[in-house]
């Protein structure tokens, strides 16, 4: 089966470990972050699928910290530009949605 996607670092011995030989290689910086943004894209549409949303919010984490890591942001870092922003704007806890506008 081909892939050419981006995997966690354990797999390759996981499929030597059910008898088959995966076929890998290491990505430049620029694949890398493609596939890092490709790898997101691939969680947040199984979290929308809502089938097992905490193992599939668990993924997304997971890619956030790598996407973080690469950019050389900590998390304490986007942990405070989140808190920031909701001081200012608030957060979703009071489920408002926004049906229209109207220009004065």
Do not use: C
């Not at 030597?16 to 691939?42: C, M, N, R």
């Not at 809502?50 to 790598?66: G, K």
């Not at 950019?71 to 704007?89: A, P």
């Amino acid at each position: 089966m081909n892939y050419h996607k981006l995997i966690r670092d354990k797999i390759p011995q996981i499929i030597k470990d059910d008898g088959s030989e995966p076929i890998t290689y290491v990505a430049d910086d620029a694949e890398y972050w493609a596939k890092l943004k490709d790898k997101l894209q691939e969680e947040v549409t199984e979290v929308l699928e809502d089938t097992n949303v905490i193992e599939e919010l668990a993924d997304t984490l997971e890619v956030i910290h790598a996407m973080l890591a690469f950019k050389k942001i900590t998390f304490d870092e986007l942990e405070q530009i989140r808190l920031n922003k909701k001081e200012k704007r608030g957060g979703f806890e009071n489920r408002i949605i926004l049906k229209e506008t109207i220009e004065k």
